[in-house]
């Protein structure tokens, strides 16, 4: 008789390269010149439900739930504007507001929290505040100020077509295991800088 491990997973938007690239390079700075090196142990991503915990013999179930969920959203654009900071020790990118973003976060949230909230701990949370997070907990209270007056002006400008979403999983560290196509077609590369 197999026992079912418990796995943890989230729904994240993983942005394309060069965005992919450039992130990860500021939690590269933020960890030489500011000491906080937490941030470099998760992939860049815009979270759509928050870590949760469910038996890893439901991650067949997680991925057609995921593909299925996404075919009711069509592709659309995140415009990355420049740095936020939560709590005084969040540092993140910070995209646009978005409709069609907070209509995905929402519909996947209430989908996913009536699927599977018998077998899960944790995911859905219940405000979104969409960022890409670049330094958190282990930035100091002096370190999170000259952080913030290096990057509170910093002129930081992108923007990328979302047509996929990615499922991820906690191994040793995150990993992506399976991407749903929004609208069911086929995915598009499209990555431009603006403004």
């Not at 418990?6 to 000491?35: C, L, N, R, W």
């Not at 038996?55 to 504007?81: G, H, Q, R, V």
Request: glycine fraction near 6%; charged fraction near 25%; include cysteine.
């Amino acid at each position: 008789m197999s026992i079912d491990r418990p796995g943890i997973y989230m729904f994240a938007i993983v942005p394309p390269e060069p965005i992919y690239s450039e992130i990860q390079d500021f939690k590269a700075h933020f960890a030489t010149e500011y000491k906080a090196r937490k941030a470099l142990n998760k992939p860049a991503h815009i979270t759509l439900i928050p870590p949760f915990e469910i038996a890893t013999n439901k991650e067949t179930e997680l991925i057609s739930f995921s593909k299925s969920a996404c075919t009711n959203y069509s592709p659309f654009e995140i415009l990355l504007d420049g740095f936020g900071e939560f709590h005084q020790g969040v540092i993140y990118s910070k995209p646009l507001a978005n409709e069609e973003l907070s209509k995905l976060q929402k519909g996947l949230s209430k989908s996913f929290a009536s699927r599977f909230r018998k077998t899960n701990k944790a995911g859905a949370s219940s405000g979104f505040h969409p960022h890409i997070t670049i330094a958190y907990s282990d930035l100091s209270r002096t370190m999170f100020d000259l952080a913030w007056r290096e990057f509170e002006h910093k002129l930081y400008r992108r923007r990328f077509m979302l047509d996929h979403i990615c499922l991820m999983r906690h191994y040793a560290k995150w990993t992506t295991i399976g991407e749903s196509i929004l609208g069911g077609g086929t995915q598009i590369d499209e990555l431009s800088l603006f403004g």
